[in-house]
């Protein structure tokens, strides 16, 4: 899909194009690195110059408003936004919508632990830092291991599903063990009962530990990951790719 998206952009005759690079830009993490990888890789296939593409990273919440505004003809974003589809210009072709991949944290444990399935009310309890209080009481952590705490997407996932329900937003704990390889991450699971890994899913499964099945809420249904390559929109830790196209870009 992406691909049709830049061959579009390039290929066509439009004096838009041939005015100056197509501009790519946003502020989605992953997808702004997945993205500019995807993109130097059509270019050596394709026998396009980089050069018809400028990608940017804007580190800025506004992204929709700044492609609205005109200062990009792509947008790579983490969810689908509803623009006008008519714009000061007369041009009512509307904005193009692609979802073009979809990122899943799973949660991983021994096949012996205790839980089979976790809502994410219960998965932001396992992984958020404790409030003071709770800290005072000495309350008994789940062993948590995952990849690199703050960077890894599967991070980014967790937080963005589970760390922000309702109105009071957490911080993730800071005493994650952290594997550098899923690997590493799902041995350390398997030679503890007790604990519950956080990994990016690949599709693939893990031998020695198990896949818990998640809910959006405590009424289900409780989902567990395709292994399939497929957008799976019933899976609550998941974070989409989407790029939003401009109308005449």
Not at 36 to 63: A, G, H, I, S
Not at 77 to 106: C, L, M, P, W
Request: aromatic share 6%.
């Amino acid at each position: 899909m992406l691909l049709l998206v830049l061959i579009s952009a390039t290929s066509g005759a439009s004096e838009h194009a041939v005015r100056r690079p197509v501009h790519i830009a946003g502020g989605h993490r992953w997808g702004f690195s997945i993205v500019r990888k995807m993109l130097r890789k059509f270019c050596e296939e394709n026998d396009v110059p980089v050069e018809k593409f400028t990608v940017q990273r804007w580190n800025d919440r506004n992204c929709p408003e700044r492609l609205a505004d005109g200062e990009a003809d792509i947008l790579i974003h983490y969810e689908r936004v509803d623009f006008d589809s008519e714009e000061d210009n007369g041009d009512t072709g509307g904005y193009e919508e692609f979802i073009v991949g979809q990122a899943k944290a799973v949660l991983i444990a021994h096949p012996r632990h205790r839980s089979r399935e976790m809502t994410r009310s219960e998965v932001r309890d396992v992984i958020r830092y404790p409030t003071l209080a709770e800290r005072k009481k000495d309350r008994p952590q789940i062993p948590l291991v995952g990849e690199d705490t703050w960077n890894s997407i599967s991070a980014q996932v967790l937080r963005g599903s589970c760390l922000k329900i309702g109105s009071t937003s957490y911080a993730m704990r800071r005493d994650v063990d952290v594997g550098r390889s899923p690997r590493a991450v799902a041995d350390n699971v398997a030679e503890d009962l007790n604990a519950i890994g956080t990994l990016l899913w690949q599709g693939r499964e893990i031998p020695g530990v198990r896949v818990i099945e998640i809910a959006a809420t405590e009424d289900g249904p409780f989902v567990a990951p395709s292994t399939k390559p497929i957008i799976q929109d019933d899976y609550p830790l998941s974070e989409y790719l989407v790029l939003h196209l401009r109308p005449g870009a």
